[in-house]
């Protein structure tokens, strides 16, 4: 049976991780993987996040299965965080799921549930993992136009454009803030022109949310997501604690599906639970019960905020180096856009030779579309980018 499967294309992430490892240079530069460093290349546990474990073993005297969605007072946190005040609480439905990714699979599995023939609008570019996933799943893939190469900034006349030949039944998936690949993201203005499509077309929007906090800030974050429900007679979130928490291999996501009808918030409830039993039965709960017990305690919800504001600052001010340092050796502003970006990631906007000519000519290794997570680097990490961005021809 084994000898019918069929190899699967290798993940270039995982393999350019495997690349910078095995290359000797001092002065290489990993912007490649998708995770917050510090300023000595680290990932660390975050404060309020050693406390909260240290209260859940102290106090935990059980590790039974919590529910097929997860622990309720996880989903009322993580409501509470990501919507606020924007929809009732009744009307949202909500499961616990392995991460983001488990959110967003979830999501794809419930519109395939709904309406076998949906299709989904997809950003150009987007997390690859958003296309691998509708692939198998065998849901229809519509591009919509994003980023544009020439500025480095969002196609919006091309975006909407394309999102205007969306029909009720079709889901449009948004990436809340911190637009991953490209850092480039939608303005105030433009997320109300979206919402007015969403409404024009009734198509139901599907909004993937995994930086909140990274961007300008936890509710600056979350305000367009939180307008948008509010405009909307459904829609689908998935959020992720990954990057905001600093709980990466926990695993902790959440699928919200929003419908103001208290039947469909019902039977909403009970697909999520019952797509869980069927994928994995129980979601995880250790990262869940981390993130809970944060929010709900106020002195470590505190110092996690302060906390993420330093995270956030810190790549602000990265930004705001490379670009200076790139006006600097160019005598030109072209990179301004790299100050404007917000989240992890920033898209150069070159070809897939000029990132190959910086791995191998300098060291700097980066996604083949150009992308590089901004965290990767450091202060003095900062000026060999930049150099290298100018020698290459960038």
Same mark, same amino acid.
């Given at each position: ?43 660390? +546990? ?17 590790? %039974? ?21 924007? +929809? ?15 959110? =967003? ?16 609008? %997809? ?17 229809? %893939? ?14 919006? &006349? ?70 948008? +429900? ?27 599906? =929003? ?31 981390? +993130? ?18 330093? =995270? ?20 030109? &502003? ?20 000029? =990132? ?10 980066? %996604? ?27």
């Amino acid at each position: 049976m084994f000898e019918n499967l069929q190899s699967q294309p290798a993940d270039k992430i995982l393999a350019l991780m495997q690349m910078y490892k095995d290359d000797p240079r001092e002065t290489k530069v990993d912007l490649g993987v998708g995770v917050y460093k510090d300023a000595t290349g680290l990932t660390p +546990v975050m404060r309020a996040v050693k406390a909260a474990e240290q209260q859940i073993w102290q106090a935990q005297d059980t590790k %039974v299965y919590t529910g097929l969605a997860g622990d309720p007072a996880f989903a009322d946190a993580m409501i509470a965080l990501v919507l606020g005040d924007a +929809v009732p609480r009744a009307t949202v439905a909500a499961a616990a799921t392995p991460g983001g990714t488990g959110a =967003v699979r979830q999501a794809f599995e419930m519109v395939r549930m709904a309406k076998p023939d949906a299709r989904v609008f %997809v950003s150009d570019p987007t997390w690859p993992n958003h296309l691998s996933i509708l692939k198998y799943l065998d849901i229809e %893939v519509v591009p919509y136009r994003y980023f544009d190469d020439e500025t480095r900034g969002v196609d919006f &006349d091309g975006m909407m454009a394309d999102l205007k030949t969306a029909h009720a039944g079709d889901v449009i998936l948004l990436h809340g803030c911190c637009h991953n690949p490209t850092g480039a993201n939608l303005n105030a203005s433009q997320w109300d022109d979206v919402i007015k499509v969403l409404q024009d077309t009734g198509a139901t929007p599907m909004i993937d949310i995994a930086y909140q906090g990274f961007g300008d800030g936890l509710d600056a974050d979350a305000a367009a997501t939180r307008k948008l +429900v509010a405009s909307v007679p459904e829609c689908l979130i998935a959020a992720s604690c990954s990057k905001n928490f600093g709980i990466y291999r926990e695993r902790t996501g959440l699928l919200m599906a =929003v419908a103001a009808d208290p039947a469909a918030h019902a039977l909403n409830q009970a697909t999520l639970a019952f797509l869980n039993r069927q994928n994995f039965s129980f979601p995880p709960d250790h990262g869940a019960r981390i +993130v809970t017990t944060i929010l709900n305690d106020d002195a470590l919800r505190a110092d996690w905020m302060a906390e993420l504001e330093e =995270v956030r600052g810190a790549m602000l001010g990265l930004r705001t180096q490379l670009a200076g340092e790139l006006q600097r050796l160019s005598g030109s &502003d072209r990179f301004g856009f790299l100050g404007q970006h917000r989240g992890m990631f920033s898209r150069l906007g070159t070809s897939p030779e000029k =990132v190959e000519e910086l791995r191998v000519k300098h060291g700097i290794y980066m %996604v083949g579309d150009s992308r590089m997570n901004i965290a990767g680097l450091n202060t003095d990490s900062v000026p060999i980018l930049a150099a290298a961005i100018i020698d290459v021809g960038i």
